[in-house]
């Protein structure tokens, strides 16, 4: 059981929570996720560690609502328990010092930016930052990626923000200008990583994304989030969730990802209507939501 | 013994739901005896002078006795002498393969009748799950030593260990990676051969001797075996299990609707998917199920997936019904279910739907030729006997293989070529001071029952060495 101290609605879709959970903060690195399950006939699903706080212990992570799970995370609210966390997961992002890094992020992938940025910047890199958003109300942390990059750049999709609607644009203009880029980490929606995968292959840098395959367990028994890279089976939540972004095999991570799609909807809608009346009050959800 | 008793060879047979109605549904199989059918079980046990059945059971339960007590009607002694030596007899009761251990050695075996052990075991034990009160009144007073010890992983082993080293004044953590205790008998072994509130009835014994069990710790992440010896643990007893699924290696492997077994029974069993939409994980079977093995893992996916509302299940394995590793009531089991077997035979791919999902298996024929290295004959790919199967969802059960996550985080355990922790069997002691290993991860995947023999060996030994009885090398 973990308690949640702290709760707050980032965007209408996007929940930040911070909770207890004293041995993994003591443990956590950037680049890793913990496994949550919300209650006793919930599903395990993994979420990326956004920050931690060792002296307190504590986590934070944030969350896109996407289906049953997320939307029941979403109704609990501070002084609530998460029933299981698990962690810390997967690898650690490989923090060396490489030179110029470029990082790109985008909704759920901006949380564990934070922590993989001030990492890289403490071993001497200098961090440029582009992150995208679809529109202005869809923006948050702007402020907190400011303030621990050398540079950050805003890519807003409906074009409300400079000349660029995607990133891959501003990738492309940013190497193109003549910036001297080392390593690049894109992290965020599938769509966007293989598209700042695209616009970085013609120069040859290496990209390092974050995948988000389905998981059950992982600690690599069951072998649901397998991906292929380079030509090799591996399994996400042991051997990555870091892989270099030009050797993915996209589109089965994305068939894979599909898999439930029809489960997914059944769930989300044979959940109690109750239960989403009371999310929209809690959290002053839209009402679209309660009605779907 | 006054006068000579008459041999009865008749095993009082095991109720059980019959074929046309359990195969869809998740009850229990067998439902135990009554207390007739126990006395009368009993009764034939001719309470030999030199037992075999003592012989060939892995935890020396002294089952002649257990057994004279249900014969005199005392129930609470008969459990006593039971839990006295085996700390989960409702689970080893249920799934041991007493056909190869205790029954085998029955003194009665030879004449063709030996004594239903297992199924009397299976008795007693529910007997007292039904009779809290008793086990209350025979808890031993435990007067803690002042030693601790982590045992990592609560699978059979692991609580075992935990078990007889709490009855010895221990502290003792258990480390468990996932969100209950149990290992393979949560998440491998489904709740028609063995109900979970049965596991979680014997785990509770196992915490009521004071043991405690921290879950979603998975050590190698959340604190390493270095760390637990260094932050006040005297002894770490490894007990990961071998939980690592192995695939087939084969083009399209990688298409949904391919389950590793481990990930099929996970969903199945720990995560209740068959109470979908209840729980909220989701699993797919579809008309047409194939499941490539023929173990007691493969028996035990062919049979959820049957449950789970499969049409038609297929066990796809390469060699023939003699080379067949489950056991032979498992295979019965299944095939009294409706699995239907395809032997000789083997896949070579799968093939997708042109969406990501897998849509049919391609197989083909196999002949056996002369023996291998395992001593069964070498399985030869017939030539050109090619033929595609259509198929909703597949499932290589072939096995498992240790977990790396405690092997690559421990420094100085030695492991042997298969990636197991290298440990010598008598005392269970790995090549890392104050680490001692057992079950699954020290043997390869093997049974509950050999995984508990292990745990009792390791706990005499860590006992004998933190007593300063004897000395690490
Ligand atoms: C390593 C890793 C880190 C992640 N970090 C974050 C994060 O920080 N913030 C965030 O919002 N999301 C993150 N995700 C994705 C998140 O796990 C899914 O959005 C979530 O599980 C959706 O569950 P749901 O029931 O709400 O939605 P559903 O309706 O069940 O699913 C929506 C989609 O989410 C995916 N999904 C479903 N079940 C799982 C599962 N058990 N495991 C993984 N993906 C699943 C599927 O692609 C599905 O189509 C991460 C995923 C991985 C693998
Ligand atoms: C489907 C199936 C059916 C079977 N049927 C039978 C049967 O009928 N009869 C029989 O005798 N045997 C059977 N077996 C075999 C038997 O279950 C195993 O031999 C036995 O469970 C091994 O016990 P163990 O304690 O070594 O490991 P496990 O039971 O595998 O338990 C290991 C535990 O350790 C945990 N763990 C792993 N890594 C870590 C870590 N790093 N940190 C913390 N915890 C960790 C795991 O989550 C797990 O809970 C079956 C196996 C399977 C898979
Ligand atoms: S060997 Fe068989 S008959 Fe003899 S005591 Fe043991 S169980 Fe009874
Ligand atoms: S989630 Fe099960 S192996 Fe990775």
């Given at each position: 059981m973990c308690k949640i101290v702290k709760k707050e609605i980032l965007v209408p879709n996007t929940i930040y929570l911070k909770v207890e959970a004293a041995e993994i903060a003591r443990k956590a690195k950037p680049g890793q996720f913990v496994i949550l399950r919300v209650d006793e006939v919930g599903e395990r699903f993994p979420l990326s560690l956004a920050g931690w706080d060792e002296d307190r212990g504590t986590l934070e992570i944030l969350f896109l609502i996407m289906g049953k799970s997320t939307m029941k995370l979403s109704a609990l609210d501070e002084g609530d328990c998460i029933r299981d966390i698990v962690g810390p997961l997967g690898r650690p992002t490989e923090i060396e010092s490489y030179g110029n890094i470029l990082s790109v992020c985008s909704t759920f992938g901006i949380g564990p930016m934070v922590p993989m940025i001030k990492a890289l910047k403490e071993k001497g890199n200098k961090v440029v930052t582009a992150m995208e958003a679809r529109d202005k109300a869809s923006l948050f942390w702007e402020d907190r990626l400011k303030s621990v990059s050398d540079e950050t750049y805003v890519v807003l999709g409906d074009g409300s923000l400079g000349k660029h609607r995607r990133v891959r644009e501003f990738i492309t203009e940013y190497l193109e200008s003549g910036n001297k880029v080392d390593r690049v980490f894109a992290f965020g929606r599938i769509f966007m990583m293989m598209d700042c995968c695209r616009a970085t292959k013609p120069f040859d840098i290496k990209t390092i994304v974050g995948l988000t395959p389905i998981m059950v367990d992982?600690?690599?028994?069951?072998?649901?989030?397998r991906v292929s890279v380079g030509g090799e089976t591996k399994f996400t939540c042991v051997d990555g969730p870091e892989f270099d972004g030009h050797l993915v095999d996209w589109e089965l991570l994305i068939k894979r990802k599909r898999a439930y799609l029809r489960e997914e909807a059944q769930a989300f809608n044979l959940w109690q209507p109750d239960n989403l009346r009371r999310i929209a009050e809690l959290s002053e959800l839209p009402e679209r939501i309660s009605v779907m | 013994m006054a006068e000579k008793p008459k041999l009865n060879l008749n095993r009082v047979p095991i109720p059980k739901q019959t074929p046309e109605v359990r195969r869809r549904n998740f009850n229990e199989v067998a439902l135990g005896y009554t207390d007739e059918q126990a006395l009368e079980e009993a009764s034939r046990c001719i309470d030999c002078k030199k037992a075999g059945c003592k012989d060939g059971c892995p935890v020396n339960i002294d089952i002649p006795e257990f057994i004279k007590a249900i014969r005199a009607g005392d129930m609470p002694e008969a459990a006593r002498i039971l839990k006295s030596k085996n700390s989960l007899p409702g689970i080893c009761g249920r799934v041991c393969p007493q056909e190869t251990q205790c029954e085998m050695t029955c003194n009665l075996a030879k004449k063709g009748g030996p004594i239903a052990i297992g199924r009397l075991e299976r008795y007693v034990a529910d007997w007292e799950r039904d009779h809290p009160e008793i086990a209350e009144q025979q808890k031993e007073r435990i007067r803690f030593n002042g030693k601790k010890v982590a045992v990592v992983g609560s699978g059979p082993a692991g609580l075992t260990c935990a078990a007889d080293l709490a009855k010895l004044g221990y502290e003792v953590i258990i480390f468990e990676?996932?969100?209950?205790?149990?290992g393979v008998l949560m998440y491998g072994i489904p709740e028609f051969r063995l109900p979970k509130v049965i596991v979680q009835s014997e785990v509770d014994y196992v915490k009521s001797l004071g043991v405690e069990i921290k879950l979603n710790h998975v050590i190698g992440k959340i604190a390493t075996v270095d760390e637990l010896l260094e932050n006040g643990f005297d002894a770490v007893f490894l007990s990961?299990?071998?939980g690592a699924p192995v695939f087939l290696n084969i083009p399209g492997e990688n298409l949904s609707g391919i389950y590793s077994a481990n990930e099929f029974l996970t969903r199945t069993n720990l995560m209740k998917a068959y109470l979908f939409p209840e729980y909220d994980t989701p699993i797919q079977v579809g008309k047409r199920v194939a499941v490539f093995g023929a173990g007691n893992v493969a028996m035990d996916a062919s049979r959820c997936a049957l449950r789970l509302g499969a049409e038609e299940v297929y066990i796809i394995y390469r060699r023939s019904k003699v080379e067949m590793p489950a056991r032979l009531e498992e295979r019965e089991n299944a095939e009294e279910e409706g699995v239907i077997f395809k032997l000789l035979t083997n896949p070579s791919r799968f093939l997708g739907d042109?969406?990501?999902?897998?849509r049919a298996v391609e197989l083909h024929e196999m002949e056996l030729g002369e023996p291998d290295e395992s001593g069964r004959p070498r399985p030869i790919r017939k030539p050109g006997s090619e033929f595609i199967m259509e198929i909703d969802t597949a499932i290589p059960a072939l096995g498992t293989r240790p977990n790396p996550i405690i092997p690559s985080t421990t420094k100085g355990l030695e492991l042997t070529k298969w990636g197991t922790i290298l440990t010598d069997e008598a005392s269970g002691r790995t090549s890392k001071e104050r680490v001692w290993c057992g079950g699954d991860m020290a043997t390869g995947a093997a049974t509950v029952i050999s995984a508990m023999g292990a745990a009792r060996r390791a706990a005499t030994d860590i006992d004998k060495y933190l007593r300063g009885s004897t000395e690490w090398s």
């Open positions: 992982g600690t690599g028994m069951c072998g649901c989030c | 990676a996932l969100h209950v205790a149990g990961p299990g071998a042109g969406r990501g999902r897998v």
